[in-house]
C-alpha cells in the first residue's frame, strides 16, 4: 500500500467529462490499495475569465483581490471532483488552502510555500476518502488567500507530496511525458523514460513547459520522484528523479529552445574595472531580469569592451528607456537591439564527465552554416543564440547530431537498470 | 460618524458597470464620514451556473461540496467589489465568511449562523478601508464552507450589522422599498416608509420575497433597524424597525398573496381524541412542511370531521403516496387535492388592538363574492383560501378596502411622528 500524490491540470479537468475520467483514475489508484491524494488545477479557461472579470474592473488589480478571485477556480474544480468521485461511489472530500493549511509568504499572485499541515490529509485519508486538494492556492499567516503563479498546481503536487512523504507524484497532464526536445519541431524527438532533477530544471528554465521550475526545486530538494504522465491513456511517461536513481546513459539528455528574448548589445563600453558590474547593478534596480550575460573585448578599438545580453521579449518596451539612459550614463557608443533571436540549448548531466560536448554542438550548428551569436555554459547546459530563422534546423541538427532519437540503453553497459 | 452596513443583491453587483456603482455608493458614504461595510451577494446568475456545473457532475451533489462551489460567486463579487472601489480612488479589503469566521452550525446549503467575530471588520475599519464581506457563506468549526441558503446574503447582512453594533442595515435590492401589496398586481400599492419587524415577518412569510425571513427574525431580535432601499436610486425606502420605534398609524399594513401551496382535504376523518396529532405526527415524520391547518366537525355524518391543510405545491407530488398512505391507516373516507388556491392575507400591529378587523376582510370578499374555502388567523394576520382564480381581485378589494394608498398620517393624531 503506498500514498501517491496525483496532480490533474486544467485541461484534464476541463469538462465534466474529463472530471468524471479524473475520478476513475483517483479510485483505480485507491482500489489497487494507494492512499490518493488528488491536486487540481482550475478547468481550462476558467483562470483566464476571471482574470479577465478583474482587469474590467481595474486595469492594474490589487494583487491581494486578485488571488482571492483567481483561487475560486481551483475551489470549484476540486468541488466538483470530489462530487464526481462521489457520484462514482468513492468517498472524498475537497480541501482548499487554507483547509489544508498550505502556509505561504504574503508575495500575492507569486506566493511561495513555506510550510504544509499534513494533518488534515491524513485524517481525510484516515477515513477513508481521496483527499482532494485545491492546486495554485495558500493562505499566509494573517488568513489571506494567496496563489503560486502560472503553473502553481505542480508546485502545489510536489510540495504536497513532500509533506506527506508520498511515494509518487504523478503529473497528469496533456503531454504523455518529456521529450528529448519538442516533437511538434523534431519528429524523431523521443519519450525520456528517466530524467534527473537537475536536467529536468535546466529543460524547464530553456522554454520546456512540462513542469513548473519551482516544483523542480522542491522534488530535488525533498527528493519526491516525480511521474510526469497523460491524463488520457495509461502509458508510463517520464520519472524525475534523483541523479543516484538509475539514469538513461547518455551524455545530452535533451534539447531544447527559446524563442521569448531579445538581446541587447553594449557597443564600446568602457573597459574598465567596475563598469559591468554598475551596469547589471543599474538594470536589476530597475527591477528588469537578464538571461544570458556575455563580455568580450572589442577589437576594434583600445579601452572599450562589447557587452551581450537577454531579457524577456515583453520586458523590452518598458526596459529600452532604461537601458538608454544606463547606456548614456556609463558613456557607451551605441546599444544594438535584436528581437528575431533564438536560444537553443543542449542538457546533460554527462557533460560533467565527457570532454568535447560543447565543441561537438559548435560543430553541428556551424555545418549546417548556422552562425552563433553568443554563447553561455553552465555545468550541464550549452546554450548559444541564433537567428530565429534558423530555430527549426538548429534544433533538429542537434537531435540528430547527439543521436537522441536512439533509445538509449542498447549501447549502454547493462550494470544500469531502467 | 455612523458604523453602517450595505448590501448589495445579485442584480446590484450583476455587471462590471453596476459593481461600479456599487463602488461609487460605498464610497459617497464613506465620505459622508461614515464607516462602511459592505456585503454582497454572487452576481446575478453566477450561483445557479455554479449549482448547474455540480448537478451535471452529480444528480444529488454532496451538501458540503455544493457550499465550497457555491459560496466561490459571493467570493469573486466582493474581491471584484473590493478592487471597484480601489479603481475609484478608494481603499477597501476583501473578507470571506472563513476570513471573518462567521460561525456556522454545519447544516450544509441551508446554515445558521452562531456567531460573529468583528474583530476583522473593525480591524479593516480602522485601516480606514471599507470592509466587503461575502455574503451568502461561513464557515463550520471545522473550517468547512457553508452557505445560508437561497438569499443568505441578507442573513449575513444583519447579522454582521448585529454583531458590529451598525446603526442601520442598508438592504439594496432591485425594487425601492416594500409596497402595501404588489405593485404588478395592484396599480395603487404604496411604499411603505416605516414597519414594524413582526409586520415584515408576516410579510415576508407570506410571499413578499423583499427579504429573506431569516434576515428579520435577527433583525427584530438584535434590534438592528433595516433600510430596504433600491441600489439605483437615491430614494428613501422602506425602514424595518421596532415597534416601539415611530410607526405608521394603520391597521393593516399590507397586503400578501401566495399561489404556491395545494390544498389537501380529509373527508371524514374518524373524530375522536388523537387522530389529528396522528395524523400531523404521520406527515412530520415524512418531512412533509405543512402551512395552514383547519379542522371542523363536518356536518354529513356523526364521528366524523373535516381536515384541511396547506402544503407546497412543489412538494405534492413527492407527498402524495405518503398522504394517501396515512389516509388508509386512518380510515378517512375520502382525501381531495386542490393546486387551484390561493393564499390572500391582511398584516397589521393594529389587529391587536382593533376589533373586527377580520370580520371586516370577510366581508369586502364576500362583496366581491368570492367564496371563502379556508381561514387561519394569527395575532397580527388574517390569511383566507380562495380560488386561485380570484387572487387579483381578492388583493385589490382588499388593499382599497383598508385604504392602503392613502399616504398615513393625514388622519392619524399630530402626536404620531413619522
Redesign the interface.
Known sequence: MALVVQKFGGTSVGS?DR??NVAKRCLAAQKRGDDVVVIVSAMSGETNR?LG??H????V??A???D??AS?GE??A???T???I??EGGRA??L?G??VRIMTDNAFTKARIKAIDASKIFETLKNGEIAVVAGFQGVDEN???TTLGRGGSDTSAVAVAAAINASACEIYTDVDGVYTTDPNVCPTARKISRISYEEMLELASLGAKVLQIRSVEIAMKYQVPVHVRSSFSDAEGTWVVGEESALEDVVVAGVAYDKSEARVHFVGLEDKPGVVAELFGQIAQRNISVDMIIQNVTASSNQRADVTFTLAKTDLARAKPEIEEIARSLGTQTVRYDEDIAKVSIVGLGMRSHAGIAARMFRILADEGINIQAISTSEIKVSCLVAAKYTELAVRALHEGFDLAKVPGSNAPPAIAK
Open positions: 465534466i472530471i468524471r476571471l472579470l478583474a474590467q474592473v481595474a486595469p488589480p490589487n491581494r483581490e486578485m482571492a478571485i475560486t475551489q470549484v476540486a468541488a466538483l470530489a462530487m464526481a462521489q457520484a472530500r475537497s482548499l487554507h483547509q488568513g489571506n488567500i
